[in-house]
């Protein structure tokens, strides 16, 4: 079946404007999860949504950054104002259940940010 | 902060050869797993490791898991070109299982 979709897969933009991403999980997948991802760096987490539940925000680096999840199924992460330093590429990822120890989660192909 | 720190943080073999990777952990977990990254896009989920299991085996992969030194190792058996990419243990942490992922191996395989 169809995997998670990321789109844009490139994004310039200026210093200053904001940006929407926007990830399409795996149907059916009731856990979605954003990462960031700089230039040589691990990844860092940055929200996550598990069904009606209020999401845990507490990668997100500052008060810029948002995100939500619509009908629990598509996901926009939007950063206002955005800065030199959110240049990275976002992934998104979903998974069949959060809890217990199947938690094997699905990437997307990411989103590259590039603000210059 | 990472969960994880892996090493080496490069490692360049040959065709044929085995490669070895460690990750090493800071809090208890309940399970540890591998992925791996082509091209600094998506990721792969290669591998998941329960903390009452020892070791695993998926093909040519093959993972530890010691709970009492906080470490794992990634055995990817007779390397191909097309295994070069970068490789990264996580864990999830905090609830909902979102996942801490190590600083990664970077894996070149050469003909």
């Not at chain 1, 700089?38 to 990668?59: T, V």
């Amino acid at each position: 079946g169809a995997g998670v979709s990321q789109s844009p897969s490139n994004k310039v933009t200026e210093k200053g404007k904001d940006v929407e991403l926007r990830c399409d999980p795996i149907s059916g997948h009731t856990a979605l999860y954003w990462y960031r991802q700089s230039l040589g760096q691990g990844l860092e987490f940055l929200i996550y949504f598990q069904g009606n539940s209020a999401p845990d925000k507490s990668g997100l680096p500052s008060d810029r950054f948002s995100a939500e999840r619509t009908g629990g199924s598509v996901s926009t992460l939007t950063i206002q104002r955005t800065q030199q330093e959110d240049s990275a590429v976002y992934l998104c990822a979903s998974s069949l259940a959060p809890g217990g120890l199947a938690n094997e989660q699905y990437f997307g192909p990411g989103t590259r940010l590039t603000v210059t | 902060s990472q969960q994880g720190e892996e090493d080496p943080q490069a490692l360049s073999i040959q065709e044929g050869e085995n490669a070895t990777m460690n990750c090493s952990y800071k809090t208890s977990i309940n399970n540890l797993q591998w992925y791996r990254q082509n091209s600094g896009r998506g990721l792969v989920h290669l591998i998941l490791i329960r903390s009452n299991e020892r070791e695993k085996h998926s093909g040519r992969l093959r993972v530890t898991l010691d709970t009492s030194k906080k470490s794992s190792s990634l055995l990817i058996t007779a390397s191909r070109a097309a295994d070069t990419a970068s490789y990264f243990c996580a864990a999830p942490t905090g609830g909902g299982n979102k996942l801490t992922f190590g600083t990664g191996t970077q894996l070149k395989v050469e003909l």
